[in-house]
């Protein structure tokens, strides 16, 4: 157990739906990482909080956003939904001050029918 | 900028043979290396972490990994493969000097299989 909750396990929605992600990072982290992992695509990085604030974006789509609120959990907002948005997602949270490994938590299986 | 490059997406070895998964990085300066394994279904949990000091790194599982400065390398090595390693690896790395706004860089995996 990493200490990283994701909520919840699994979602099933259909196209066009709006759903939102849930993410509690370990105690004492600062820094909220959000990935998305297909079979085709791998591990794509999307975008990283620290302590409230954006500090980084990857490959995250227009329709997706992500905010961290003032207690450090973090949502991940997906919108107008399509099928190739269904992918494994996950977040991450390290530690403020060392070497910055990362430490990932269960995921959500996303399912768009 | 910095990428890191792991060799074979795909590895197969015999139960109890030598495992060697390979990882090579660029960066303009001594960076942060990490090995992370995931198991079907589930997040990628830390292998092991090399943040300069001893440039060989022992982990979890049995698993070590040497930083060669010279070959810009930090494979990833085990004595003795079992059925349970069967997963896939990923390698990373980071910019010591990034800060709060550090991020891992990530290569696309190496899916390990071992054979009985």
């Known amino acids: 157990d990493s200490g990283v909750t994701q909520t919840p396990k699994h979602l099933i929605t259909a196209t066009g739906q709006r759903v939102t992600l849930r993410c509690s990072p370990r105690s004492g982290d600062l820094s909220v990482y959000w990935y998305q992992q297909s079979l085709d695509q791998g591990l794509q990085f999307l975008i990283h909080y620290y302590n409230g604030e954006e500090r980084a974006k990857g490959n995250i789509l227009e329709r997706f956003s992500a905010q961290q609120f003032p207690d450090l959990h973090s949502e991940l907002n997906l919108s107008s939904l399509e099928l190739g948005d269904s992918a494994l997602y996950f977040c991450?949270?390290?530690?403020?001050?060392?070497?910055?490994?990362?430490?990932f938590g269960p995921g959500t299986r996303l399912t768009v029918t | 900028a910095q990428s890191v490059t792991q060799l074979g997406s795909h590895v197969s070895v015999s139960e109890g043979a030598l495992v060697l998964l390979r990882c090579n990085y660029s960066?303009?300066?001594?960076?942060?290396l990490f090995w992370y394994v995931q198991y079907p279904n589930q997040g990628l949990q830390l292998l092991l972490k090399y943040t300069s000091a001893a440039t060989l790194v022992k982990g979890i599982n049995g698993f070590e990994a040497e930083f060669k400065k010279s070959e810009t390398s930090f494979h990833l090595t085990k004595p003795s493969a079992h059925m349970s390693d069967a997963a896939e690896y990923f390698c990373?790395?980071?910019?010591?000097?990034?800060?709060?706004?550090?991020?891992?860089?990530w290569g696309l995996g190496t899916s390990l299989a071992v054979n009985p």
């Open positions: 991450a949270s390290s530690p403020p001050i060392g070497s910055y490994e990362q430490y």
């Open positions: 990373a790395v980071s910019d010591p000097q990034a800060g709060n706004n550090r991020k891992l860089i």
């Open positions: 960066s303009s300066v001594p960076p942060y």
